[in-house]
Nanobody, 118 residues
């Protein structure tokens, strides 16, 4: 059974930083494509950042230059370093994993709340 558990969310003022972590278990971590998504109240889910098996990363335009996604295959951890946070970054953040051959994510964490005040 694959499990993803996020941590590191919290409240911060605009301009501040947070580091989210996602601890994985139950599968061969290095075989999976990983991502961070977020969803704000009343809005759809947004794919924030993705990291492939080789470590290549892609970002939503809204977070480019401010967020960094990384993975530690030895520790089965996924990270999201968030700098220069803005109030519009306020959302529930989820980590997700998919088999590299799938187009959709099939494993999800329970989410961690990030709140940025102005």
């Amino acid at each position: 059974q694959v499990q993803l558990v996020e941590s590191g969310g919290g409240s911060v003022q605009a301009g501040g930083s947070l580091r989210l972590s996602c601890a994985a278990s139950g599968y061969t971590f290095s075989n999976y494509v990983l991502a961070w998504f977020r969803q704000a109240p009343g809005k759809g889910r947004e794919e924030v950042a993705t990291i492939g098996r080789s470590g290549s990363a892609t970002y939503a335009d809204s977070v480019k230059g401010r967020f960094t996604i990384s993975r530690d295959n030895a520790k089965y951890n996924l990270y999201l370093q968030m700098n220069s946070l803005k109030p519009e970054d306020t959302a529930m953040y989820y980590c997700a994993a998919r088999d590299f051959w799938r187009s959709g994510y099939n494993y999800w964490g329970q989410g961690t709340q990030v709140t940025v005040s102005s």
